[in-house]
């Protein structure tokens, strides 16, 4: 576990390290729970980085209903590249206002589904 990156942006677990590449000159976050990582950099501190700012991120009002927990319409599309071929991309959406997450998703599309039918972590442990 690293002190310097933020909980798993999936599963929220703080079993999260970053990787070395065997040759030396590329870094990434990961979690050890669920496998999620993060953007690579060419330094621990560019990982972490990524890791942090989970991915990349663009704003996207079209197909998303406002946010259900306080109203706010602008909300973030998150998308984290796979580091591997055998590696699914993945897509989160965010409210930046109060932080509610829904379910990440392999595509866009259905991330933008689990948003607008409101599937949240908490509503799957039910
Ligand atoms: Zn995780
Ligand atoms: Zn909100």
């Known amino acids: 576990m690293s002190e310097k ?11 999260t390290d970053v ?23 060419s330094t621990d501190e560019e990982a972490v980085n990524n ?3 989970r ?8 197909a998303l209903l406002p ?5 706010y319409p602008h909300l973030l599309i998150h998308h984290w ?3 591997h071929e055998d590696e699914a991309e993945s897509y989160q959406v965010e409210c930046p206002e109060c932080g509610y997450v829904a ?3 392999n595509t866009e599309a259905d991330a933008i589904e689990y948003w607008n039918r409101g599937d949240d972590n908490d509503s799957s442990e039910l």
Do not use: H, M, Y
């Not at 990156?5 to 079993?15: A, E, R």
């Not at 991915?55 to 079209?62: C, E, L, V």
């Not at 946010?67 to 109203?71: A, F, L, R, V, Y």
């Open 103 to 105: 379910l990440p998703a």
């Open 67 to 71: 946010c259900p927990k306080c109203g």
């Open 55 to 62: 991915g990349t991120t663009k704003q996207d009002d079209r």
């Open 19 to 41: 990787l070395r590449s065997t040759d030396g000159v590329k870094f990434w976050g990961r979690c050890e729970t669920c496998g999620a990582v993060g953007g690579v950099g």
């Open 51 to 53: 890791w942090n700012r």
């Open 5 to 15: 990156l933020i909980p798993c942006p999936f599963c929220g677990s703080t079993d």
């Open 81 to 83: 590249e796979p580091r």
